[in-house]
């Protein structure tokens, strides 16, 4: 699986000997240029875009190509709260995904490696959610846990919750639909990895009297960065432009819409092009310095 | 006591996480039975008029909106496997300069938000005139799958013992007959795994579609506008029905593949 090259270490360096041919430039030409006209350039578009000045006298959405860096400053003055929003509850997600993940991904690629059956049946259940429409999911989340469900209601019935309070509209429930549809993003590389561990290295560990936590600490932990980093790099990306969780129909309310929402009301309703394509501009760039940043001191390179 | 306590923990840690994860699939399932009206909130009832009336609600709304994402899967996966293959072989087989700008190239749109690749290209759509409709969503989700078919097939190519070419070559095999009777047949458990993915991963796409589709609605499109009119259970129907697809080709998949592992084993 995809989740499975993101968490391997080995580089294309070291492998079989390679040829110089002209059939691998004719391999490579068709994909390559695909990328370029249907990735590459939408990016140098969206740059483009984003300096872009209405026209005089023109109509709603008819802008014309100029260099009004202005944009910017006018996105992030009033965006500004949707920003960092959307990386707080990008972090906040990962965090409580990788919290959730991790000991669930440790029993199905250590302790159940004695039961191949429980262990491939536990994997088809983790990615189960992917078969099933993900904003059915989302919504499904939103009816199971809106103020007339059992649960709310039982909730304020033994007053673990205020008799008024709501759950669906707010920031937690934006940030619980966000852990949740990006679980399996957390758990398969982390599985990936935990499967590969020698556990002798753990036995080593408590050979020499290290308390269990500290061979969880210096052993586990470190052997399982790769799965770490991916983990949570395949989550915190995704939730940091999701815009469907903080949708007002789905989890979200007026005071929990992200980046991803501005973006598209813009775009897409408002047909203010510059203000969405230098919010994306904004948002990729941060997520690129994060991810550089992170990987660096993480120190999978080999990542990339 | 307190050893068994901690040999317990994990797995009825580990049950009661998948448990949660199923929580909404199985809502959803359950309410696809629900004698529902125009929303699908409160229970009213089991029904199975919903699975056997499937196309009738709305004009058939629902399956249109399926049969477009049908479509849409299809064709995308044809040309991103395609596509990413070629590209999957040239990376394992071949030196070539400019090698790590291609990986760039490759692992960017993976680490790219969606919905920035979604506003990049309905801004080049509209500053090149492209009108949106189905093309541009095909267009989209070929581009977004590449990469995941590369790294797919890249580990199958690898994996791959170029002794078994080398003798079809020797035994005079044309680079055309080494190709298709040696090279993709045993390509073929990697090209099918990245084509299922690529499928996956269009079928569900929802917010680089919402940038490019203009007025065609794809089946997660048809579920984000009725979201807020609410959606009518034969969604729930549509959707069950592609989960216990999945579910059956995936385990399937499973157990024929312990079942020659362990024919393996025997020999």
Redesign the interface.
Known sequence: ??F???A?TTS?AD??P????P???L??L???L???L??????V??L??SFQTPIEGGDIGQYAYAFRWENYVEVVTAYLPHILRSFAFALTATVLALI?SY??A???GV?ARRW??VQ?L?L??????????????????K??L?DESFIITSLKAVALMAPDAHFTGTSAAVIFGLT?NF??FMTLPLYTTLERLDTRYLEAGSDLYAHPVEVFRKVTIPLSMPGIVAGT?LTF??A?????NA?R??LGGPDSQM??NV??AN??VLQN?PA??AL?II??TV??VI?MVYVKRAGTEEL? | MKISLGRWL??V??VL??VF?????V??FI?SFNDSQKSN?TWRGFTFDKWLNVCNVQNGAVCQAFSNSLIIGAVATVAATT??T??A????????RF?SA????????????????G??????F??VGVPKDMLTII??H??FC?S?V???V??RV?SLD?ALEEAGRDLYGSPGQVFLRITFPLLLPGIL?AAL?SF?LSF?D??IT??NSGAVTT??KY??IS??RG?PAE??VV??A??IL??VI??SA?VSA?ARAKRLAKD
């Open positions: 699986m995809a499975a090259a993101f391997t294309d492998q079989a390679r040829r110089k041919s059939v691998a430039l391999l490579l068709p994909g390559i695909y990328l370029v249907f990735f590459l350039t939408p990016l578009s969206l483009l875009t959730f000991p669930l440790y029993f199905i302790t191949p059956l491939s536990m088809v259940l983790v990615i189960a959610p992917f078969f099933i429409s993900f904003l059915l999911r989302t919504l499904a989340w009816q199971i809106s949740y679980i399996p790099l990306i995704p940091a432009g999701d815009y469907v949708s129909d789905f980046i991803g973006i598209e775009f897409l092009y969405a394509a994306s948002l990729m997520i690129l991810v990339l | 994990l797995p840690y580990s996480a998948l994860l199923m929580v909404p699939i809502y959803t309410f909130i596509l990413g070629m590209i072989i040239a990376i394992v087989r071949y030196r070539f090698r291609t990986s760039l190239l490759l692992f960017l749109p993976m680490a790219t938000p969606e919905v920035v690749l506003a990049g290209l309905a801004a080049q509209l500053s267009l989209a070929t581009m590449i995941f590369v790294v797919t890249k580990a690898a170029p795994a993915l996956a569900d929802f917010i919402n940038f089946f997660p579920i984000y979201a807020a959606i969604a729930n959707a069950s592609v989960f999945a579910l995936v385990v499973q312990s």
